[in-house]
């Protein structure tokens, strides 16, 4: 079975002359484990189909389903356990909070896990210890380069260890020597965790050199 699946769906944005429609009834399946790469140029669709899979957002038509089931009957609070619990989501711009180390910053996205707060803190710099990064778990944000910076969002996306990681553009930002670091590192989080990994682009190659299968967007539409 799909763990993620679009079917026939259609996300509309009503502005106030025109509507916008970014999807336009598309359907998709991804299977467990595999390493997808959602390929498309700028304004295609990409971000609001990741969003739609992450939770962040509800089509105006058709369905996602979550290993088979519609999130459409989910409540905002069961939308937010989905979120929290099933997805993990990592951006371009890293979206850490600023005033918080690399740690808190992790600790962050376990503080609703039902630990104590000595094992927050021994688990966050476990998962700072997976992306390689033990040795700047006290630093802010702005103490760490680009690719640090990457690495601690995923950290804090695999906190509580979901079986999807959706990355929407996480090396538009990187040179490509760390873009490389990162796209190897989610390439393990596949092979070693066996996670799901759904990568947003509009990077031909990066497409080519790490996904197993490449889902092209145009127009808000699925090309072959
Ligand atoms: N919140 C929004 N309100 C209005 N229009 C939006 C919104 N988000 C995206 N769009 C529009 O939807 C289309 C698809 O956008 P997006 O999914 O961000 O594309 P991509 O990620 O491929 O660049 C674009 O035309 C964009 O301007
Ligand atoms: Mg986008």
Same mark, same amino acid.
Request: neutral net charge; hydrophobic residues 40%; glycine residues 8%.
């Given at each position: 079975?799909?763990?993620?699946?679009?079917?026939? #769906?259609?996300?509309?944005?009503?502005?106030?002359?025109?509507?916008?429609?970014?999807?336009?009834?598309?359907? #998709?399946?991804? /299977?467990?484990?595999?390493?997808?790469?959602?390929?498309?140029?700028?304004?295609?669709?990409? $971000?609001?189909?990741?969003?739609?899979?992450?939770?962040?957002?509800?089509?105006?038509?058709?369905?996602? *389903?979550?290993?088979?089931? $519609?999130?459409?009957?989910?409540?905002?609070?069961?939308?937010?356990?989905?979120?929290?619990?099933?997805?993990?989501?990592?951006?371009?711009?890293?979206?850490?909070?600023?005033? @918080?180390?690399?740690? /808190?910053?992790?600790? &962050?996205? *376990?503080?609703?896990?039902? *630990?104590?707060?000595? /094992?927050?803190?021994?688990?966050? &710099?476990? &998962?700072?210890?997976?992306? %390689?990064?033990?040795?700047?778990? %006290? +630093?802010?944000? $702005? =103490?760490?380069?680009?690719?640090?910076?990457?690495? #601690?969002?995923?950290?804090?996306?695999?906190?509580?260890?979901?079986?999807?990681?959706?990355?929407?553009?996480?090396?538009?930002? &990187?040179?490509? +020597?760390?873009?490389?670091?990162? @796209?190897?590192?989610?390439?393990?989080?596949?092979?070693?965790?066996?996670?799901?990994?759904? *990568?947003?682009? +509009?990077?031909?190659?990066?497409?080519?050199?790490?996904?197993?299968?490449?889902?092209?967007?145009?127009?808000?539409?699925?090309? =072959?």
């Amino acid at each position: 079975m799909a763990i993620l699946e679009a079917q026939n #769906v259609t996300r509309e944005y009503r502005m106030s002359a025109e509507t916008i429609r970014a999807l336009s009834g598309i359907s #998709v399946a991804i /299977e467990p484990g595999e390493f997808v790469a959602i390929l498309g140029t700028s304004g295609s669709g990409k $971000s609001t189909l990741l969003n739609l899979f992450g939770g962040l957002d509800r089509p105006t038509a058709g369905e996602i *389903l979550f290993e088979g089931k $519609s999130l459409r009957p989910l409540t905002s609070t069961e939308m937010s356990r989905y979120r929290l619990r099933s997805v993990g989501m990592i951006f371009q711009t890293f979206n850490l909070i600023p005033t @918080m180390t690399a740690r /808190e910053n992790v600790e &962050l996205a *376990l503080a609703f896990a039902g *630990l104590g707060r000595s /094992e927050r803190r021994r688990r966050a &710099l476990e &998962l700072l210890d997976q992306v %390689g990064l033990s040795n700047r778990a %006290g +630093h802010l944000p $702005s =103490e760490l380069s680009g690719g640090e910076q990457q690495r #601690v969002s995923i950290a804090r996306a695999i906190a509580n260890n979901p079986r999807i990681l959706l990355a929407d553009e996480p090396t538009g930002n &990187l040179d490509s +020597h760390r873009a490389d670091e990162i @796209m190897k590192l989610l390439d393990d989080m596949r092979r070693r965790d066996g996670r799901t990994i759904i *990568l947003v682009t +509009h990077d031909r190659e990066l497409a080519n050199q790490y996904a197993d299968r490449i889902i092209r967007l145009k127009d808000g539409s699925t090309i =072959e």
